[in-house]
């Protein structure tokens, strides 16, 4: 039974730094720090109202990236690194192709939508669906039956995603 464990663990390459609180302890952390820092904007703003409302939660290529970076600020090993990188570049992407939908959006208020239809079409980008998410395109790999990568202990993917469609 060790050795049939070693030898899935030697398969991991890209291990988190997570402590016994696990994602749930990281997301928690990362909620604290975002409620905190909508706070500071409050007390800066000197809003009347008072009303804060509840940070967005902690997107799952954030939780994973943040599980695998050590304190140093460094990846923990190098195919953490690759993944990230890809992260980073389908996140710089997607900016990019909202951006573009905006001044076709604006194109097309001005002249035909017809055309800018087309051009969407054509241009192929990425966009993230159900289980194809940024996380899933970055490792390259499906998720695990029965379980979802960086989101906790207990949760599966018809929890995570919903039903198929």
């Known amino acids: 039974m060790r050795k049939k464990a070693q030898a899935i663990q030697k398969q991991n390459t890209a291990p988190h730094v997570l402590s016994r609180g696990g ?47 050590k304190k140093t600020g460094e990846m923990t090993t190098e195919a953490a690194k690759e993944i990230t990188e890809k992260i980073i570049s389908h996140f710089q992407l997607t900016i990019r192709i909202i951006f573009q939908y905006f001044v076709n959006a604006m194109y097309n208020c001005v002249f035909s939508m017809q055309d800018s239809f087309e051009e969407q079409a054509t241009q192929g980008s990425f966009v993230p669906h159900g289980r194809q998410d940024v996380l899933t395109a970055a490792i390259g790999r499906p998720e695990h039956p029965g379980r979802v990568r960086a989101a906790g202990v207990g949760v599966t993917i018809k929890q995570y995603f919903g039903s198929a469609p």
């Not at 909508?38 to 954030?62: M, N, T, Y």
């Open 23 to 69: 994602y749930e302890y990281l997301e928690q952390k990362l909620l604290a720090e975002k409620t905190k820092k909508k706070l500071e904007e409050v007390a800066q703003s000197r809003s009347i109202d008072g009303v804060i409302d509840p940070p967005s939660p902690v997107r799952r290529h954030v939780k994973w990236k943040m599980a695998r970076t």
